[in-house]
């Protein structure tokens, strides 16, 4: 089997990198989430130009995705933090979507296995981080089973307005 590909041991679901012709796929599922986890109406042309904008510049990140039977059923998307202190990355975890009939059959655990793959084959990867809202506790207990942690940080931002 390909370096960039991933088999369940169903044989079902391929888990790949995901390839330009995604980007819509990747871009309705963005959409969804936000309105899903957050009630919030995204701009559908902004959220396309930022998933064209991961694949046309390789500094940026890049998408996993799921598939059954050739369509996509989930994705997410790794994006780079540098740690000066590590000397090495942290991989951002973002963007985690799964289509809701193919919720609880661990297709979000394929992924991830998937993106640790890479990160250790990368060689210079120290691990990885997500965000998750504080009310979401079914995604926080998938999380917490895959070997992932609550740190002691928390995340502020401010917005310039775009």
């Keep these: 089997m390909a370096r960039d590909q991933f088999e369940s041991r169903s044989g079902q679901i391929e888990v790949r990198l995901a390839r330009p012709r995604d980007a819509v796929k990747i871009a309705h599922f963005n959409n969804a989430m936000a309105m899903e986890t957050e009630s919030k109406a995204l701009i559908e042309r ?38 000066d202190w590590r000397n090495g990355f942290f991989w951002w975890i973002q963007s985690v979507y799964v289509e809701p009939d ?26 990885f981080r997500l965000y998750v809202e504080r009310g979401n506790s079914i995604a926080q207990e998938v999380y917490t089973t895959l070997g992932m942690r609550e740190t002691d940080y928390l995340i502020f931002e401010q917005g310039l307005g775009c």
Excluded: H, K, P, Q
């Design 102 to 127: 193919f919720r609880r059959r661990g297709i979000y655990r394929m992924l991830y296995e998937f993106v640790i793959e890479r990160a250790r084959s990368a060689g210079n990867v120290f691990g």
């Design 46 to 83: 902004t959220v396309a130009a930022g998933v064209e904008a991961v694949f046309s510049s390789g500094d940026r990140g890049f998408y996993v995705v799921a598939e059954r039977g050739g369509e996509v059923v989930g994705s997410l998307m790794v994006t780079y933090e540098w740690s």
